[in-house]
C-alpha cells in the first residue's frame, strides 16, 4: 500500500462523522472509488459510529450534583475570604470570625451520624442520605462552638447542605437541607439538636 | 436518537449560547452557572464516563471540570469554542483521575493485544453494547477519548487535538492504534450485524456489503 492510500485511510474516521475540510474530504472520496479496502473500513467505521451514538445513558438527576458543587465553591469563596484576612494581618472584629466557626458547626453537625430506621439498626452520615434521597427543607440553625475553616470547607464538600444566608442579628444561619424520607420532621429537627454545638433548629420553610 | 449531523448542525447557536452564559459566569452569575451546568452536564457525564470507565467518579470530575470553569471563566479568551474549552478541563481532570488510580498508561497498551485475544470469544457471546463496552476497556484512555470526540462528539481532528492538548498527528497516532484493536473485535460485530440484517430483512444502503 502506498503512501497516499495510509493518508488516507487515517482520515477516514473524520470522513465519517463529517468534519474533515471540503480539500481533504475530496480527497478521500476520489481515493475510495477506486480502493476496495478503504471502502470496507468507512463501511465499518460508520457502523461503529453507529453503535456509539446509540449507546444510551441514563443519567442522575443533576440538581444533586448541582447543590454539591455550589456548596464547594460557597465553602471555597468563604475560605478565600478567610486565607485573605489572615493574610494581610488585618484587625478584624470578632463576629465574623464567629460566623464562620457557627457555619462550621452547622455543617460538622450535618456530616454527625444519625439513625436512620430502627429496624437496619444501623447508622448512616446524613450526608450520605441526603446525596440520594429526601425533600430539600430550609432550617435555622444557631451555634455555639468555633470550629475551623479547613473543617467547614470539608463538611461542605462532604454534605449536600447548602449555606443560605447568615449570620442574623441573633446568631443564627439558614441552611438548606435534604431531609432523608426516612424520617419525620420532628426526628430530623430532634437528631440536629442533639448534635454538639447546635444550640436550637427549626423549619423555616420547605 | 440523535444523529452526528443533527448535533453539528445546533453546535453553533449553543455556542453562542454558552459564551454568553460563561460571560456572566466570569462576573460570578450563579443563575448563569446553574444554566452553564445543565448544559453541559449531560455531554461531560457521558465523555467522562466513556473515558474514566467508572461511573462512580464520574459525578466528581463533572464537578471537579466545572468548578474550574466557575474560577477561570474570566480566564476565557475566545480562542476555541466554550465547549472545546470544557471538555479540555474534563479530558485533563478525567486523566488525573486516572492517574490517581494508576491505571494502564499508554506505553504499557500493548500487553492488551493479548487480553483481547483470550476475550474474542467472550464477547461473542454478549450484545452490540456489551462488545463495544469490552472493546473499550481494552483501549487506553486518551484512545477512547479520541475515539467518543470523533464519534460521539463529531469533533474535528483539529478539535480533538485542541481539546487534549496535543499535536493533530498525535490525534491521529491514537485513532490509528484504537482502530487497530477495535479492529480485532469488528469480525463479531459483523457477525451480529448479519445475523441482525437476515432477521429484520433489512439493510443499511452500501454499509452491509462489504461485511458478508
Known sequence: MGKKHENIAQLLPWFVNDSLGRKEQALVLSHLAGCPDCQQERDRLQDLQALIVDGSMVLPDYRFSFRKLMARIEAAELNKESTADHGFGKKRSWLPGFGLAASVSIIAGIVAFVPISSDQNKFQTLSTVTATQGMSHRFSLTFAQPISAQTMRQALIDTNSYLVSGPDSSGAYIVDIAVPDQMTDDEFIHSIKTIDGVEDAAFVGP | ?212
Open chain 2, 1 to 212: 436518537m440523535t444523529s452526528i449531523q443533527e448535533l453539528k448542525s445546533t453546535r453553533g447557536a449553543e455556542d453562542e449560547e454558552n459564551l454568553k452564559l460563561l460571560q456572566l459566569v466570569a462576573v460570578k452569575d450563579k443563575v448563569a452557572f446553574e444554566k452553564l451546568y445543565t448544559r453541559f452536564y449531560p455531554q461531560l457525564s457521558r465523555y467522562l464516563n466513556r473515558l474514566l470507565r467508572r461511573p462512580e467518579m464520574m459525578e466528581e470530575v463533572v464537578n471537579d471540570t466545572l468548578f474550574v470553569v466557575w474560577e477561570k471563566a474570566d480566564r476565557f479568551q475566545g480562542r476555541s469554542k466554550v465547549s472545546t474549552w470544557v471538555t479540555g478541563i474534563a479530558y485533563l481532570k478525567g486523566i488525573k483521575a486516572l492517574d490517581k488510580l494508576r491505571t494502564v498508561p499508554d506505553q504499557q497498551a500493548d500487553s492488551i493485544d493479548e487480553e483481547i485475544e483470550e476475550s474474542v470469544n467472550l464477547i461473542s457471546k454478549l450484545g452490540l453494547q456489551e462488545w463495544l463496552t469490552c472493546g473499550l476497556d481494552m483501549i487506553s484512555a486518551d484512545q477512547r477519548s479520541v475515539v467518543e470526540l470523533t464519534y460521539f462528539f463529531g469533533y474535528s481532528y483539529q478539535e480533538i487535538a485542541e481539546t487534549m492538548g496535543c499535536p493533530v498527528n498525535t490525534v491521529k497516532t491514537r485513532m490509528f492504534h484504537a482502530r487497530r484493536r477495535l479492529a480485532k473485535l469488528l469480525p463479531q460485530l459483523q457477525e451480529h450485524k448479519g445475523a441482525d440484517s437476515s432477521e429484520k430483512g433489512t439493510r443499511k444502503n452500501g454499509v452491509g456489503e462489504s461485511l458478508e
